[in-house]
């Protein structure tokens, strides 16, 4: 007999035919991801055992407190899970995974292309050429700043920091790192730990966030730390968006103490602050990092992995809390 899966978010048609041909799964059929509502009313109805969702779903206490005993797993088709309420979830005994991994190339090749688009002025140029050009480009016009030979600070140093260390070494850029701790010296590459992140930024031509969001990191970059960077610096955000504290970021860049910004994530999604848009030193995408076909194969696959290990008696993967 067929595992009963409530499959709550939308996804990639590999993934939703493996779950069809692997569970007995009840797939979302909307046009949006399910609602909290609308996830507790689908589970009490299929008495489901395991439930798929994505970080557009607060799994939180509220919604653990909805489901019927039978749930038994419940996997986050992300990699980040700020969007889940653990200690709820183990206090009803769910096991709860997501999908490390998987998804590290693809984020930190479009952080690297945020950093770049961002240095060079790439949304700029592309709205001069969709507005028709026309008109030549003096040479001290538009002018970006050059990402080679320069230096790189890394704000979070786990899989996909090391990962944007890599693709900077491309480019001879010098990297230094801020975390916790330092990495063992076959994982730096290279790469220089510095302790107090107050002291790296002040050489810092570029900053990459890519540290999760924890009540430590909370508004960790805000206009006293945005003050330590050097004036014409760029800032890179593909790790969350409440590592930025977006008043003081609007300051920097308006003010020129920032000369750009490259953003995948913010303090309020999707209804983010429409005043960055209206920046043109600001590229934005909507928290797509990790939006290539195999990426998002490979975590929903994960997913699913982890769901069926569970409901076979086995170990989950990728658990957030034993």
């Known amino acids: ?92 005994g769910i096991v709860i995974t997501h999908t490390p991994g998987v998804l590290t190339d693809c984020v930190a090749d479009f952080t690297f292309m945020l950093l770049l688009a961002a240095a060079r002025r790439a949304h700029e140029y592309d709205a001069l050429m969709r507005a028709g050009w026309r008109r030549r480009i003096g040479q001290g016009e538009l002018l970006g700043v050059r990402v080679w030979g320069k230096t790189l600070g890394i704000f979070g140093m786990g899989r996909i920091g090391q990962a944007v260390a890599r693709r900077a070494r491309g480019f001879d850029m010098r990297v230094l790192y801020n975390d916790r701790q330092p990495l063992p010296p076959e994982l730096e590459q290279g790469a220089t730990y510095v302790a107090d992140l107050r002291e790296m930024l002040p050489a810092c031509d570029f900053l990459s966030l890519n540290a999760p969001a924890t009540p430590e990191t909370e508004g960790v970059i805000n206009a006293e730390t945005l003050a330590l960077l050097p004036r014409g610096a760029v800032l890179v955000n593909a790790g969350r968006g409440g590592l930025v504290e977006e008043e003081a970021l609007l300051a920097a860049l308006t003010s020129g103490h920032l000369f750009a910004a490259g953003l995948d994530v913010f303090q309020s999604e999707p209804d983010f602050d429409t005043r960055l848009a209206a920046l043109p030193n600001v590229i934005l995408a909507p928290h797509s990092a990790s939006a290539s076909v195999e990426t998002r194969n490979a975590m929903g ?7 069926a290990s569970v409901l076979a008696g086995g170990a989950p993967l990728d658990p957030l809390w034993t």
């Open 1 to 92: 007999m067929k595992r009963r899966l409530l499959f709550a978010a939308l996804h990639t048609p590999d993934v939703v035919a493996r779950a069809r041909a692997e569970f007995d799964a009840l797939v979302h059929e909307g046009d949006a991801d399910m609602t909290a509502d609308e996830v507790a009313e689908a589970a009490n109805r299929q008495q489901s055992e395991g439930i798929l969702f994505v970080n557009t779903l607060p799994f939180d206490a509220a919604l653990i407190a909805r489901l019927p005993d039978s749930v038994r797993v419940g996997a986050t088709s992300t990699v980040g899970y700020d969007h889940i309420d653990l200690a709820a979830a183990k206090a009803r």
């Open 301 to 307: 696959f994960r997913a699913l992995d982890n769901i």
